[in-house]
């Protein structure tokens, strides 16, 4: 399953000259807790988070100098004083396309401790966002709607095929199909399209073999 297919488009963004109150009144209105930063381009030049806010406000409170010498002795981030996004962002965020698998939007999310990814086309520029509960959701389907899904929307409805067969079997995300269909091809574009399905984990099928039978053929 690609990135594509779960993430969402309807993104809420802003721009780094924004102020800082601006960018937690859209998080409010929007119930996220993340907004991509956007150039003039479209271009994603950073991201800010509630830890961000949380961290600006941290920094305005440091204060005395006592605090500011000890950081600087025990080399700590110098704080930081502005009140716009560009002020508060996290700069050059971790992005993926929308071609790439789930699995590696999971990894990056886990490697780097984030939980959301900006999905950028290959100039950068904003096409969606895929979050650590997306990812969940894909993964929660059960098994029995996926098996559902193989036999009346991809055998049925796309090849064009009596569901009775081919034989679909779902356990924990992972489907496993064989039967006997018209050619080789229609195996190959079967199995391509249950890997894309929401939920499927992997697909089982080279191992089992098929039957080819090219009276099946759709007419």
């Known amino acids: ?82 009140t716009l996004v560009a002020d508060a962002m996290s700069r050059n965020p971790i992005c993926i396309d929308m071609d790439s698998d789930i699995s590696e939007a999971a990894r990056k999310m886990s490697q780097h401790g984030v939980k959301r990814l900006p999905v950028v086309d290959p100039e950068g520029r904003l096409e969606g966002i895929v979050s650590r509960a997306d990812i969940v959701a894909a993964f929660a389907r059960p098994d029995s709607v996926i098996a559902d899904e193989i036999r009346h929307d991809v055998v049925e409805r796309i090849l064009l095929l009596d569901p009775s067969v081919v034989d679909v079997d779902v356990v924990d995300g992972i489907a496993t199909v064989s039967g006997t269909v ?38």
């Open 1 to 82: 399953m690609k990135v594509r297919d779960v993430m969402s488009t309807d993104v809420v963004a802003i721009e780094p000259t924004a102020g800082l109150k601006e960018a937690a009144r859209k998080m409010i209105e929007a119930g996220v807790s993340g907004l991509p930063v956007l150039d003039p381009d479209g271009k994603v030049v950073g991201i800010i988070t509630e830890a961000d806010f949380v961290e600006a406000e941290a920094d305005r409170a440091w204060g005395n100098e006592r605090r500011r010498l000890l950081a600087t002795v025990f080399g700590e981030r110098k704080p930081r004083e502005g």
């Open 182 to 219: 018209p050619n080789r091809s229609d195996a190959r574009i079967l199995v391509e399209l249950v890997h894309r399905l929401e939920g499927v984990i992997a697909v089982r099928s080279d191992d089992l073999g098929w039957e080819f039978d090219d009276t099946r053929m759709p007419s």
